[in-house]
């Protein structure tokens, strides 16, 4: 039972454009969600968060909407930079802090 | 540097022996992860710690696998009579359980079971 889903295993944007990553989770109970964003052979590094109780959160150029009713997050960057390529996991939580996390989609931002 | 540390990054071990892998979190916080992630696939949840008690632990956390956080500090993840299937990157991290906070990785220990 995939709890957290990333419907798009790979996307291509060339640079300044942007990106848009999108997840949808099923379990209500979720109430706190984070993007990570993955390199080769490294662990995650944290991107952004959103609690339920918002429905947008921005920092720099990243910007994560939140559609409770849809139950839908997005993640988007603006502009796209070469640097931004890498995997990034979509990640929920509910009241215990332990992540579901998403199967990733994979980013390639192309000159 | 002040993040999670993981180590060794690698080993590759012969099946049915065991392996160790050792965490130590950011250092003021309480709380300490363990995920595995196999390719294609998101981490997923092993077990955590809230100081040295172990609070929760997943289904996918055979009896082969123990976890340990002795002092409240460092962790261990022992897997023992490793499994082809174990081949995996164990992962760790840590976060300071004061509400709803970051949780923060470590950059992973590769096991490659032969």
């Known amino acids: 039972d995939q709890q957290v889903k990333q419907n798009s295993p790979s996307l291509s944007v060339q640079e300044g454009r942007i990106s848009i990553l999108n997840c949808d989770y099923t379990n209500s109970m979720f109430d706190y969600f984070l993007w990570y964003k993955k390199y080769p052979a490294e662990g995650p590094t944290f991107l952004i968060s959103?609690?339920?109780?918002?429905d947008k959160n921005e920092d720099g150029r990243f910007t994560v909407f939140l559609n409770k009713s849809a139950k839908h997050l997005s993640l988007h960057i603006v502009p796209s930079q070469p640097g931004d390529s890498a995997v990034y996991f979509c990640?929920?939580?509910?009241?215990?802090?332990?992540?579901?996390f998403g199967t990733g989609t994979r980013l390639q931002v192309f000159p | 540097d002040t993040g999670v540390s993981q180590n060794p990054r690698h080993k590759i071990t012969k099946r049915g022996q065991n392996v160790t892998f050792r965490c130590d979190p950011i250092?003021?916080?309480?709380?300490l992860y363990w995920y595995r992630q196999t390719l294609g696939q998101g981490p997923e949840f092993l077990t955590y710690?809230?100081?040295?008690?172990?609070?929760?632990k997943s289904r996918l956390l055979s009896d082969r696998f123990s976890a340990e956080r002795p002092k409240g500090s460092f962790s261990t993840l022992e897997i023992q009579r490793t499994e082809q299937g174990d081949s995996a990157m164990y992962l760790c991290?840590?976060?300071?359980?004061?509400?709803?906070?970051?949780?923060?990785f470590g950059e992973g220990s590769w096991l490659t079971v032969v």
């Open positions: 991290a840590s976060s300071l359980r004061t509400g709803r906070n970051t949780i923060y």
């Open positions: 710690f809230q100081n040295e008690a172990q609070l929760e």
């Open positions: 990640a929920a939580s509910a009241d215990t802090d332990k992540l579901i």
């Open positions: 250092s003021e916080h309480n709380r």
């Open positions: 959103i609690s339920s109780i918002k």
